[in-house]
């Protein structure tokens, strides 16, 4: 039987907004403890957050094996495990009733970077991802592509000039565009500073086959797998990647034609999160699957009603182009 696994920290247990993003930020190695800014940034209150309980320094998934019984057999697929806070928790906090019943949930909502901070700089640049951490973004979503000697680019369309990606080397896509960051340049200048959603993109003829194999590299290699979240559209990749690595932080990426079995998919893939569009993110979808232990995200979200709202509703994060709207947003929150 699986026991909570945890992923991202519990309302309760994070001390809120602040103590959620200093758990991220502890979660990245190489950082010093306590220390709420992701780089030396100008004004504000960068007081940190709450520790986790027993003085640990909060991994940002959690501590493998620590949460969680291991299954006889290995990385076989399985159903992620309940998360969010303990049954006793909810009832006090429905006790309290009101406002206060929403807002251990709402302070802890994730500030994600879609692209970086791409409204004010070039989308899925270092520039781009520079300007959302100077912007107390949480994370940053990027998307990866494979070029044809296996080069990682960051980069949204599979084609460049008319040209795919996969089918140019590294060297052809740095003379074509010299501003693409490689997934290596993107962990070595701020995987240390922020954590990353990878956003893993598979064309329908399949020329990136063993594009997981080579992002779990990346990552491993500079100890950033529990500060990473792996999503995508294209599902079976994400089986493969949590058979890879069943220690993998999967996000289940939901399509705005996929209104039925969406629990049932991210059930399938062994995804932690499930991101929705904004188009189907109603309070109908949104809290049984919260219910159900999923985190969910939802995309892509700049207008200050729609970011407002869905606070309201108590979703676990918004990916934004503009991290610094959300930012003094989630400010605005009490308590926060």
Do not use: C
Request: glycine share 12%.
């Amino acid at each position: 039987m699986l026991r909570t696994r945890r992923w991202l920290p519990t309302p309760r247990a994070s001390g809120g907004w602040r103590g959620q993003r200093q758990q991220l930020l502890d979660a990245v190695p190489g950082r010093h403890p306590g220390d709420l800014r992701a780089t030396p940034v100008g004004g504000g209150d960068h007081r940190a957050g709450s520790r986790l309980p027993g003085g640990s320094r909060g991994r940002l998934l959690g501590e493998p094996g620590a949460d969680r019984e291991e299954l006889a057999g290995g990385p076989a697929l399985r159903p992620p495990a309940r998360r969010g806070p303990t049954r006793g928790a909810l009832r006090g906090l429905e006790a309290r009733g009101g406002a206060g019943a929403g807002l251990a949930r709402r302070v802890s909502l994730l500030n994600i970077a879609h692209r970086g901070a791409s409204r004010d700089a070039p989308e899925n640049t270092l520039e781009a991802f520079r300007l959302a951490v100077a912007q107390r973004a949480d994370m940053i979503e990027t998307d990866l592509h494979l070029t044809r000697d296996h080069a990682i680019a960051l980069h949204h369309d599979p084609v460049l000039d008319g040209v795919k990606i996969g089918s140019l080397t590294l060297e052809d896509l740095r003379e074509r565009a010299p501003t693409i960051p490689t997934l290596k340049d993107a962990l070595d200048q701020l995987g240390h500073q922020i954590p990353f959603n990878l956003e893993l993109k598979q064309p329908k003829d399949g020329q990136y086959e063993g594009l997981e194999a080579h992002v779990l590299e990346e990552v491993r290699t500079r100890g950033l797998i529990h500060g990473t979240l792996f999503s995508s559209f294209d599902h079976p990749i994400l089986a493969r990647l949590r058979e890879l690595d069943p220690e993998a932080h999967i996000g289940l990426l939901v399509s705005g034609r996929a209104r039925d079995d969406i629990e049932a998919r991210a059930q399938r893939v062994g995804a932690e999160a499930v991101h929705l569009p904004l188009s189907l993110a109603t309070p109908e979808r949104i809290h049984p699957l919260q219910k159900s232990g999923f985190r969910v995200h939802v995309f892509t979200v700049d207008n200050p009603e729609d970011q407002r709202r869905l606070i309201d509703w108590n979703v676990d994060g918004l990916f934004t182009n503009t991290p610094a709207q959300l930012h003094a947003l989630l400010g605005e929150v009490p308590g926060a």
